[in-house]
């Protein structure tokens, strides 16, 4: 059986659409909203789509099924509490963290977070192209699993099958989840683009660019070059950079935009953000786009001041 922790958006399109093929077991922490989804079938979340028979609805974290991977579908910067809290139901058990980003009070990944948290289980990563209204409509993506264990990825491979998603294996973790997390940073500075009315010009060299920072900070950590190529890094800026449908790219069109944006929506990038700007300065790394990002997302720098700062940088070769 599948075990879903985390009954947003992304984790109940993801249980729905696994339980097309197998039980799955969902956990939110709100009961009332919980016990609502399993009589209705519906996630307010979720607008139009129908929860899958398959599919039982849960906030009692006891009643989590003894066998089967447990996916982490909670927001990044609360993993630490949950996982904390659930120690004694999630001790030894695979789970696999669909969490993208970098812990602001730590600046850990996910897996890292885990590996202190509960040092005995065993971790994997799903991560990629994948906005949770479509998932939850059955339409098509890839997504990439990582897991050092290849043996333990393979298996996950076969249990988390749906009819619409394609998973690729990985061995590299940290690849995976930089490409995952630092996607959501150069969303923001391509809506604050499109939204200050700087044009698809400016975003495409922001991608780019952005992209080239990515590399940069995922090769001083040991990720592989391949990996921030694929799924979980050039196919997931590819979406979140181009597309409203993307919660970090809606933060930057309100920021370019001078408008207000709902302090309720969690926008991973926001923190990661910050966490990565950390790191940078601390590291010696040259990250200029996230540099701008945290000035932007903590109000220290507007877009027009920010777009200056990264034109006035010393002309250099084009390198990654």
């Not at 202190?116 to 339409?139: C, E, H, K, N, Y």
């Not at 997390?181 to 700087?198: D, E, P, Q, S």
């Not at 997931?236 to 181009?242: N, S």
Request: charged residues 15%; hydrophobic residues 45%; glycine residues 10%.
């Amino acid at each position: 059986m599948i075990s879903v922790l985390g009954a947003g958006a992304f984790g109940t399109a993801l249980a729905t659409s696994f339980a097309a093929n197998a039980p799955v077991w969902l956990w939110g922490r709100n009961a009332e909203v919980m016990a609502g989804m399993q009589i209705e079938r519906s996630c307010p979340r979720l607008p139009g789509a129908t929860l899958a028979p398959a599919l039982t609805c849960s906030s009692d974290i006891n009643d989590l099924p003894a066998e089967g991977p447990v996916l982490l579908a909670v927001p990044m910067q609360t993993l630490r509490a949950v996982t904390t809290s659930f120690a004694a139901q999630l001790a030894h058990r695979t789970l696999v963290l669909c969490c993208k980003g970098i812990e602001l009070s730590t600046g850990l990944r996910p897996s890292q977070v885990l590996a202190q948290t509960l040092p005995d289980a065993r971790i994997a990563v799903l991560t990629g192209p994948s906005f949770a209204a479509d998932i939850a409509r059955g339409l098509p993506t890839a997504l990439t699993l990582a897991c050092a264990d290849e043996g333990e990825a393979k298996r996950l491979q076969q249990q988390l099958i749906a009819p619409h998603l394609r998973l690729y294996r990985s061995t590299d973790v940290t690849g995976a989840e930089l490409g995952g997390a630092l996607k959501n940073v150069m969303a923001i500075a391509c809506g604050a683009a499109i939204g200050a009315g700087l044009g698809d010009s400016a975003r495409a060299a922001l991608m780019t660019r952005g992209y080239a920072e990515m590399s940069r900070m995922a090769a001083a950590l040991g990720a592989r070059p391949e990996t921030l190529a694929g799924l979980s890094g050039f196919g997931d800026l590819a979406l979140t950079c181009t597309s409203e449908g993307s919660r970090n790219f809606r933060l930057g069109l309100a920021i370019g935009r001078g408008e207000p944006f709902d302090p309720a929506v969690t926008v991973e990038g926001a923190a990661t953000a910050r966490a990565t700007h950390a790191l940078a300065q601390a590291e010696g790394w040259d990250l200029p786009i996230t540099a701008v990002v945290a000035g932007l997302v903590d109000a220290r720098l507007d877009v027009k001041t920010a777009m200056a700062q990264l034109l006035a940088r010393p002309l250099k070769e084009e390198t990654p």
